[in-house]
C-alpha cells in the first residue's frame, strides 16, 4: 500500500521560506510522477507544481512560477516543495500525491491524474 507523509508545515512571515517534504513508501516511487496540490478554506483544492518521474520536467501554476522549486530524490523515494518570498495568499493546507501510471507531461497539473494522496500539512503565512 502507498503511503505518503508530508512535512515541513508550519506558521511564517510574509517574505519568509519553508521547505516541504514527502516521504513516500510502497510503490515504486522513481516510476511515477509527484505533484503538490493546496487547498484553502472555502476554496477548492488547486494545482501548485509536479515533477516528472525521472525529474527532468517540472511544471507549476502561474501563482508560484517564480518562488517555488519542486525537486525529487529518487533515492530517498521524497519529493520536495521549496516555497521562497511566501505570501499570505499561499495560506493553506498542502498535499503531495503520486500520479497514475499514465500521467505524463502537463496531464501532471490535473487533479484527477493522481492516485495516492498525503494527509496534507498546513502552511500558514502572516501579514
Known amino acids: 500500500q502507498v503511503q505518503l507523509v508530508e512535512s515541513g508545515g508550519g506558521l511564517v512571515q510574509a517574505g519568509g521560506s519553508l521547505r516541504l517534504s514527502c516521504a513516500a513508501s510502497?510503490?515504486?516511487?522513481?516510476?511515477?510522477?509527484m505533484g503538490w496540490f493546496r487547498q484553502a478554506p472555502g476554496k477548492e483544492r488547486e494545482f501548485v507544481a509536479a515533477?516528472?518521474?525521472?525529474?527532468?520536467?517540472?511544471y507549476y501554476s502561474d501563482s508560484v512560477k517564480g518562488r517555488f522549486t519542486i525537486s525529487r530524490d529518487n533515492a530517498k523515494n521524497t519529493v520536495y516543495l521549496q516555497m521562497n518570498s511566501l505570501k499570505p495568499e499561499d495560506t493553506a493546507v498542502y498535499y503531495c500525491?503520486?500520479?497514475?501510471?499514465?500521467?505524463?507531461?502537463?496531464?501532471?497539473?490535473?487533479?484527477?491524474?493522481?492516485?495516492?494522496w498525503g494527509q496534507g500539512t498546513q502552511v500558514t503565512v502572516s501579514s
Open positions: 500525491a503520486r500520479a497514475h501510471w499514465t500521467a505524463r507531461g502537463s496531464r501532471l497539473r490535473i487533479g484527477d491524474e493522481y492516485e495516492y
Open positions: 510502497g510503490g515504486t516511487f522513481s516510476s511515477y510522477g
Open positions: 515533477i516528472s518521474w525521472t525529474g527532468d520536467f517540472t
